[in-house]
């Protein structure tokens, strides 16, 4: 093989490869968002707290939730240290561990397998009470409480008004109390942004009217 063949072969080779190189990288791009923006710009989700006693109710069905889709499974989704695969052992800590470093990983966008992941396991819907906390015009009625009657009396007396809001939160309208309204709203709080994302602005509205001051 002459000088010239040569040069021209190792030149074509190396040509190719490049192709190649750029031909994956263009075709297989590495994953750019950030999940934790990520979840902010959905708006569908928030992030479980992973300080010490902080939701920790949420924190328990994510774990019950992760310990059933994984039962069975010598591998888990998140390879959590001490995972067993009948869930006989409690990893809640290791799962807010993995939680806490994962929000800081990239994906593809909100289709990505990886991101449905981490909002299932490591975060929870948006619900009307969460939205309704952010906005400082609102001042939501304590459900748990028996110092509120007054505010509760209130809404009563405005039923008439409050009718298409009250029976939009799923309440029985005709011969409603104070009381059961109160407790309608006590239900209501937990509707969230993607179990009912069609009805989701009426079902907030409705929140607002009825369950704030």
């Not at 072969?9 to 999940?35: E, H, Q, R, W």
């Not at 593809?108 to 009307?128: E, L, W």
């Not at 028996?146 to 939009?168: F, M, P, V």
């Not at 059961?180 to 929140?207: F, H, L, M, P, R």
Request: charged fraction near 25%; include cysteine.
């Amino acid at each position: 093989m002459t000088p010239l063949v040569k040069a021209g072969v190792i030149g074509g080779i190396l040509t190719s490869l490049a192709g190649a190189g750029y031909a994956s990288t263009y075709l297989f791009p590495s994953p750019t968002k950030k999940v934790s923006d990520l979840i902010t710009r959905q708006d569908l989700y928030m992030l479980l707290k992973t300080g010490n006693n902080e939701d920790t109710t949420h924190w328990t069905k994510a774990w019950e939730a992760y310990k059933k889709d994984n039962n069975g499974n010598e591998n888990d989704i998140f390879g959590l240290e001490g995972w067993k695969s009948d869930g006989s052992v409690d990893v809640t800590a290791k799962l807010k561990e993995k939680c806490g470093i994962l929000k800081g990983s990239l994906v593809y966008d909100t289709d990505d397998s990886q991101y449905k992941n981490i909002t299932k396991y490591c975060g929870r819907a948006i619900t009307v009470e969460d939205e309704a906390k952010k906005d400082s015009t609102l001042t939501i009625i304590n459900t748990e409480t028996s110092g509120t009657a007054g505010d509760w009396d209130n809404k009563h007396t405005n039923r008439s008004n409050l009718k298409a809001y009250i029976e939009k939160l799923g309440m029985t309208f005709s011969g409603i109390n104070a009381n059961q309204i109160k407790e309608g709203c006590k239900v209501a709080k937990t509707k969230d942004k993607v179990t009912n994302k069609d009805q989701y602005s009426g079902i907030y509205e409705a929140y607002k009217k009825v369950c704030t001051k």
